[in-house]
């Protein structure tokens, strides 16, 4: 007779914590369930900590589907999971993880009925979402040059400072935009129409993604039965919720995470006052208080040593952010030792000069042997680094810009988006009207009647773009556009043949198309446009399919042109990033562009309450990005139109560090004049650096 033992599995183990101090084993041997908020400095390991916590909750037995990660991008969560894989010997894939964006579209991709929309629901970019408010503005009447109404951008900002603040449309004027007061009752119609449109045509925002998953984790009294339903089960997926970058998480998205642990309890947030830099999209850096009012019964945890920075670097970011006086953290420890290198102070005569150091600089740190991938350029606006990225294309150094123009933000990659769009979801009526705007003779008056005929057909259980060759279409176009007209049957024919796996091939019926055409004749540069497309098709093919591929790009609110020079190791790059895109990512040495007052801080965030201090927090986070050095440039000169030149000042954040000494009682910053060196026999001055003139 066979025997059965139960209770054989091994009994749930911890993990090995000692690559962790004792502050933060604390936090990671935590039992599971209930609250804690961790506040520590940057460079402190929060980041680590989270990730060990999520490794010792496998290890103990929690099975990694019932674990959340919410991080603030898609890639941090990914290189956590791959951390925690290396931890623990389970599927660490398995843990649902993301920002608040991702997580939510996929949770609501499965509860979509409940909050009243379908499924395969499309996501709106910012520019799409704007025409919809102006569409809504048009529905209404509303005559913009007649009456002095808001831009539809100003509209969209004021609609998405309601939803992520958690604000009403009246306290948001209130707050915001008093000059519109007399608008709220127009404005309250625009916001209710916007709402119908969306719906009409199953579209969400991105800050629907929050709103439709706020709902779920957190349900009014009013819910009906179906959503009540869908929250219940929504709510008991997760055994623990675990936030990083807390600060910056705003009112809704605190309300999602205290909802979404509402029923199993645990809840663990790691956060720095002092890096709270998304207040323009509604964080506000008294987040962190406001979590322990709602959970009275979190514990808080302090994490005081710094495994990054080399304390010369410690001791700008310390002594800086003594000028923003709220703030709940103390001075961090270093560990490191010194290396005996001060951070450098450099004056450059202007942006070429500044692109030049940058450059010889980093040719130098290679031939030291430092890879390229340990070294960062940092700037408050992207325009900031146009010389450089020049200057290093010229010199073939490759680099990676973090942030930029968004690729998928272009004309003419919206374009071909929206012809996917349209075969995705057909009843998105922007889409179908950019899509339909590219071809010769064919215009808004045509389009609209088409888009009736579309819907109409819908209604009747029709497949419009399969049947555009059948009679029933008639001619909607007239004379002046049949060709165009019989371009668009034959590309939707196409495309509609294609299963739904073959996006790389719809693109490339696409540019088969008299559209390639329109890019020829819309754009003074086609052929780069052309290619940018081709790219595209192949990027399309990394995805199962359309409807992967459209929630994916929609999503990747991080995921920007990538102007890559290519070298032998594709990893070897240099990053240029904003300060913004560097949040939570550390290199071995790093450069701050244009340290001068009104880039940085900028002269517009001066303009507003509290916007100095937000600047500092961003020159904090810039300074403690780096590991080992950290070079601060700025330049004398800016050459405007007509050769006029204006002198520019010293950032006050460096202005703010003179005269204050380190503890080896040195100036904070080494001062380095740079000059360049057109004589081979020149000796470079003690203090100064000498670079080959060219
Ligand atoms: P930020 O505020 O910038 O996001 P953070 O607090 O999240 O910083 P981490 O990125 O987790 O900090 O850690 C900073 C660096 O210190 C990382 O390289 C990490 O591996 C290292 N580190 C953290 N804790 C320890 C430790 N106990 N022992 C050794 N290294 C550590
Ligand atoms: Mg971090």
């Given at each position: 007779?066979?025997?059965?033992?139960?209770?054989?599995?091994?009994?749930?183990?911890?993990?090995?914590?000692?690559?962790?101090?004792?502050?933060?084993?604390?936090?990671?041997?935590?039992?599971?369930?209930?609250?804690?908020?961790?506040?520590?400095?940057?460079?402190?390991?929060?980041?680590?900590?989270?990730?060990?916590?999520?490794?010792?909750?496998?290890?103990?037995?929690?099975?990694?589907?019932?674990?959340?990660?919410?991080?603030?991008?898609?890639?941090?969560?990914?290189?956590?999971?791959?951390?925690?894989?290396?931890?623990?010997?389970?599927?660490?894939?398995?843990?649902?993880?993301?920002?608040?964006?991702?997580?939510?579209?996929?949770?609501?991709?499965?509860?979509?009925?409940?909050?009243?929309?379908?499924?395969?629901?499309?996501?709106?970019?910012?520019?799409?979402?704007?025409?919809?408010?102006?569409?809504?503005?048009?529905?209404l009447g509303i005559d913009t040059r007649k009456?002095?109404?808001?831009?539809?951008?100003?509209?969209?900002?004021?609609?998405?400072?309601?939803?992520?603040?958690?604000?009403?449309?009246?306290?948001?004027?209130?707050?915001?935009?008093?000059?519109?007061?007399?608008?709220?009752?127009?404005?309250?119609?625009?916001?209710?129409?916007?709402?119908?449109?969306?719906?009409?045509?199953?579209?969400?925002?991105?800050?629907?993604?929050?709103?439709?998953?706020?709902?779920?984790?957190?349900?009014?009294?009013?819910?009906?039965?179906?959503?009540?339903?869908?929250?219940?089960?929504?709510?008991?997926?997760?055994?623990?919720?675990?936030?990083?970058?807390?600060?910056?998480?705003?009112?809704?998205?605190?309300?999602?995470?205290?909802?979404?642990?509402?029923?199993?309890?645990?809840?663990?947030?790691?956060?720095?006052?002092?890096?709270?830099?998304?207040?323009?999209?509604?964080?506000?850096?008294?987040?962190?208080?406001?979590?322990?009012?709602?959970?009275?019964?979190?514990?808080?945890?302090?994490?005081?040593?710094?495994?990054?920075?080399?304390?010369?670097?410690?001791?700008?970011?310390?002594?800086?952010?003594?000028?923003?006086?709220?703030?709940?953290?103390?001075?961090?420890?270093?560990?490191?030792?010194?290396?005996?290198?001060?951070?450098?102070?450099?004056?450059?005569?202007?942006?070429?000069?500044?692109?030049?150091?940058?450059?010889?600089?980093?040719?130098?740190?290679?031939?030291?042997?430092?890879?390229?991938?340990?070294?960062?350029?940092?700037?408050?606006?992207?325009?900031?680094?146009?010389?450089?990225?020049?200057?290093?294309?010229?010199?073939?150094?490759?680099?990676?810009?973090?942030?930029?123009?968004?690729?998928?933000?272009?004309?003419?990659?919206?374009?071909?988006?929206?012809?996917?769009?349209?075969?995705?979801?057909?009843?998105?009526?922007?889409?179908?009207?950019?899509?339909?705007?590219?071809?010769?003779?064919?215009?808004?008056?045509?389009?609209?009647?088409?888009?009736?005929?579309?819907?109409?057909?819908?209604?009747?259980?029709?497949?419009?773009?399969?049947?555009?060759?059948?009679?029933?279409?008639?001619?909607?176009?007239?004379?002046?556009?049949?060709k165009s007209w019989q371009a668009v049957v034959?590309?939707?024919?196409?495309?509609?043949?294609?299963?739904?796996?073959?996006?790389?091939?719809?693109?490339?019926?696409?540019?088969?198309?008299?559209?390639?055409?329109?890019?020829?004749?819309?754009?003074?540069?086609?052929?780069?446009?052309?290619?940018?497309?081709?790219?595209?098709?192949?990027?399309?093919?990394?995805?199962?399919?359309?409807?992967?591929?459209?929630?994916?790009?929609?999503?990747?609110?991080?995921?920007?042109?990538?102007?890559?020079?290519?070298?032998?190791?594709?990893?070897?790059?240099?990053?240029?990033?904003?300060?913004?895109?560097?949040?939570?990512?550390?290199?071995?040495?790093?450069?701050?562009?244009?340290?001068?007052?009104?880039?940085?801080?900028?002269?517009?965030?001066?303009?507003?309450?509290?916007?100095?201090?937000?600047?500092?927090?961003?020159?904090?986070?810039?300074?403690?990005?780096?590991?080992?050095?950290?070079?601060?440039?700025?330049?004398?000169?800016?050459?405007?139109?007509?050769?006029?030149?204006?002198?520019?000042?010293?950032?006050?954040?460096?202005?703010?560090?003179?005269?204050?000494?380190?503890?080896?009682?040195?100036?904070?910053?080494?001062?380095?004049?740079?000059?360049?060196?057109?004589?081979?026999?020149?000796?470079?001055?003690?203090?100064?650096?000498?670079?080959?003139?060219?």
């Amino acid at each position: 007779m066979g025997r059965y033992v139960i209770g054989r599995r091994e009994p749930a183990r911890g993990l090995d914590l000692s690559g962790l101090n004792l502050q933060q084993q604390a936090v990671v041997a935590h039992p599971p369930g209930g609250q804690r908020l961790v506040i520590a400095g940057p460079g402190s390991g929060k980041t680590r900590t989270l990730t060990y916590r999520v490794a010792n909750l496998i290890a103990m037995g929690v099975p990694p589907e019932r674990l959340l990660l919410l991080t603030f991008t898609n890639r941090a969560a990914r290189e956590m999971l791959e951390r925690v894989e290396q931890l623990v010997p389970e599927d660490a894939w398995r843990v649902h993880g993301g920002t608040f964006h991702s997580v939510g579209n996929r949770l609501l991709r499965r509860h979509a009925a409940a909050i009243g929309y379908q499924p395969d629901f499309t996501i709106l970019d910012r520019g799409d979402a704007e025409e919809q408010v102006g569409a809504a503005i048009l529905d209404l009447g509303i005559d913009t040059r007649k009456r002095r109404f808001p831009r539809k951008k100003v509209v969209l900002n004021l609609f998405s400072a309601c939803i992520n603040q958690e604000l009403s449309l009246q306290e948001a004027i209130f707050q915001k935009a008093p000059q519109f007061q007399a608008l709220l009752q127009p404005l309250q119609d625009v916001a209710q129409r916007y709402v119908e449109r969306k719906r009409a045509a199953n579209q969400l925002d991105f800050d629907d993604l929050l709103v439709g998953w706020s709902l779920l984790a957190d349900p009014p009294p009013e819910a009906n039965e179906a959503l009540r339903a869908a929250s219940a089960e929504v709510c008991g997926l997760y055994r623990e919720v675990l936030v990083d970058e807390y600060q910056d998480v705003n009112a809704i998205q605190g309300r999602i995470a205290d909802g979404m642990a509402s029923v199993h309890g645990g809840l663990t947030v790691v956060g720095d006052d002092c890096q709270s830099i998304y207040r323009f999209r509604g964080a506000d850096d008294q987040n962190i208080l406001a979590f322990e009012a709602r959970h009275p019964e979190a514990e808080r945890f302090y994490l005081t040593i710094n495994y990054r920075s080399r304390p010369e670097i410690l001791a700008v970011a310390n002594q800086s952010i003594t000028h923003n006086p709220k703030r709940f953290i103390k001075d961090l420890e270093p560990v490191r030792e010194s290396n005996g290198m001060r951070p450098w102070l450099s004056p450059l005569r202007d942006r070429r000069m500044q692109a030049t150091f940058v450059a010889e600089r980093i040719l130098d740190l290679r031939d030291e042997g430092i890879p390229l991938n340990e070294i960062a350029v940092l700037y408050r606006a992207h325009h900031h680094a146009t010389e450089l990225q020049v200057e290093l294309t010229r010199r073939g150094i490759p680099f990676m810009v973090r942030s930029g123009l968004r690729f998928f933000e272009q004309a003419h990659i919206k374009d071909v988006l929206s012809f996917l769009r349209v075969l995705h979801n057909r009843r998105d009526e922007l889409s179908f009207h950019r899509a339909l705007m590219t071809f010769d003779a064919i215009g808004p008056a045509t389009i609209r009647r088409v888009f009736e005929r579309v819907h109409e057909r819908l209604t009747a259980g029709a497949d419009p773009l399969a049947e555009f060759e059948q009679p029933v279409w008639g001619n909607l176009v007239g004379a002046r556009g049949a060709k165009s007209w019989q371009a668009v049957v034959k590309l939707f024919g196409q495309l509609v043949r294609l299963d739904d796996t073959k996006v790389t091939e719809m693109i490339w019926a696409i540019l088969d198309s008299p559209y390639a055409d329109h890019v020829r004749y819309s754009y003074s540069n086609p052929q780069a446009r052309l290619e940018d497309l081709q790219q595209l098709a192949d990027y399309a093919a990394n995805f199962d399919g359309l409807h992967q591929f459209l929630a994916e790009l929609a999503l990747l609110d991080t995921f920007q042109a990538e102007e890559v020079v290519e070298s032998e190791e594709p990893d070897e790059k240099v990053s240029l990033s904003s300060i913004h895109q560097a949040k939570g990512l550390e290199w071995s040495r790093v450069f701050v562009l244009c340290m001068n007052d009104g880039l940085f801080p900028m002269a517009t965030a001066l303009r507003e309450p509290g916007g100095e201090e937000e600047e500092r927090r961003l020159f904090y986070v810039a300074t403690t990005r780096a590991k080992d050095e950290l070079y601060l440039t700025y330049t004398e000169i800016r050459e405007g139109r007509r050769m006029r030149q204006d002198l520019l000042a010293v950032s006050r954040f460096i202005r703010e560090l003179q005269g204050v000494k380190n503890s080896q009682n040195q100036p904070l910053l080494d001062r380095v004049e740079v000059v360049f060196n057109t004589d081979p026999g020149l000796e470079a001055p003690k203090e100064t650096k000498a670079l080959e003139g060219d």
